[in-house]
């Protein structure tokens, strides 16, 4: 094992989930980490305490989640790559922070490690709440990683994405993979890919704070460079004056949500196991992808023809991929735990393709692949 600065533990290791989550916020170039102690997400406080020092970077203890979340905001906006990290409730007190940080497009990460309520078992009960809960209208992208790997693989991403489009990204951890350990591979630093915010090319005098060019997305001074500039939740002209007038909020947040549903093929990204001739197709997510995947397998030994479309990007919506999958597929069966939330918009997007059936389970703990089998055979007769 190398260690690139410190930074970048490039090697084979055996790692938390939650370990492997530091670990690729600092590959990705973190240096302002902000949280407060909640489970099951302690282990990234616990790690960034230890690791930040190590890098130069800084870390901060915040009074509660709101403090956190405002001070990674204050962060990013001075120049740092910023994350902050919780679990379920916790994101609630976070929720102000989030919609200051999509109104004034300041770009960080952060990470919900779902948990059922006020209990560390397993959910996905958190799906609905971190697309739409912040307040106005907005975009927001999450990722839904399934492994260990994949949390250390998609936070490197989000800070890719937050960077790219000056948007909080969200990681939508889950305590089944949180708080496992598996095989874990990171690569030398050269070959991991490294996004930066666009900066401004003219001096304070000529830029204009929210003028954007094509892709939607302005350049971002840091704080103290001499950029006069207020970053502010309320609805602002191109200069960044406050000022309410119908058509400048308009403007304002067509420009923010556009400069995230112009670039969904940019985004979004999904994983398909035995679509090519699947009359069964599974859409899940996250861990659930897991017993998911074993089940389909199982139910191709049975001579069914089943597959799965793994939707590594849930916000925003797959739409051309789930679409795909239901005008070949018979059903679709939409795996979650939950009641059955994100199911809704698999029967949206499937509505006259295809029927679409909820396997869904609230109880705590994953769904076996023996229950998963279950449904695919249910739906086969």
């Not at 922070?97 to 109104?103: E, L, N």
């Not at 398909?272 to 030994?301: H, M, N, Q």
Request: glycine content about 8%; hydrophobic content about 45%.
């Amino acid at each position: 094992m190398s260690r690139a600065g410190n930074r970048v533990l490039t090697g084979k290791h055996f790692m938390l989930g939650n370990v492997a989550v530091v670990e690729g916020a600092l590959a990705a170039g973190c240096d302002f980490f902000a949280g407060y102690p909640i489970t099951p997400a302690n282990e990234i406080s616990e790690r960034m305490a230890s690791r930040m020092p190590e890098v130069g970077g800084k870390f901060l203890q915040g009074e509660d989640e709101l403090c956190s979340v405002y001070a990674v905001t204050g962060a990013a906006l001075a120049g740092a790559k910023a994350m902050t990290a919780t679990a379920s409730e916790g994101f609630n007190y976070m929720l102000e922070g989030v919609g200051y940080a999509v109104a004034a497009e300041i770009p960080c990460v952060l990470v919900d490690v779902q948990r059922c309520r006020g209990e560390n078992y397993a959910t996905q009960a958190d799906v609905m709440q971190l697309r739409w809960a912040a307040s106005g209208d907005h975009e927001m992208i999450v990722l839904a990683p399934w492994s260990v790997q994949e949390l250390f693989d998609h936070t490197v991403k989000a800070f890719n994405l937050a960077e790219r489009f000056r948007t909080p990204v969200i990681v939508m951890s889950e305590t089944t993979i949180a708080l496992m350990r598996e095989n874990l591979v990171i690569p030398e630093a050269s070959r991991i890919k490294i996004v930066d915010r666009t900066r401004p090319t003219v001096p304070p005098a000529e830029f204009v704070p929210f003028r954007a060019e094509k892709d939607g997305v302005p350049p971002l001074p840091r704080l103290g460079e001499g950029y006069a500039i207020l970053h502010s939740l309320n609805p602002h002209n191109e200069r960044g004056g406050i000022t309410w007038d119908p058509d400048v909020f308009q403007t304002m947040y067509e420009r923010i949500l556009g400069k995230i549903t112009a670039h969904r093929d940019e985004i979004v990204e999904t994983e398909g196991y035995f679509l090519d001739d699947a009359e069964i197709v599974l859409v899940a997510y996250g861990s659930e992808a897991r017993p998911a995947l074993d089940a389909v397998e199982a139910a191709r030994r049975e001579g069914i023809r089943a597959g799965l479309l793994r939707l590594i990007t849930v916000w925003p919506v797959p739409e051309k991929e789930i679409r795909a999958a239901a005008d070949r597929a018979s059903v679709l069966l939409a795996i979650e735990m939950n009641v059955g939330k994100y199911a809704g918009e698999v029967e949206r997007v499937a509505a006259g393709r295809c029927e679409v059936v909820r396997v869904t389970k609230n109880r705590g703990e994953i769904h076996t692949s023996n229950e998963i089998l279950a449904a695919i055979e249910e739906a086969a007769r």
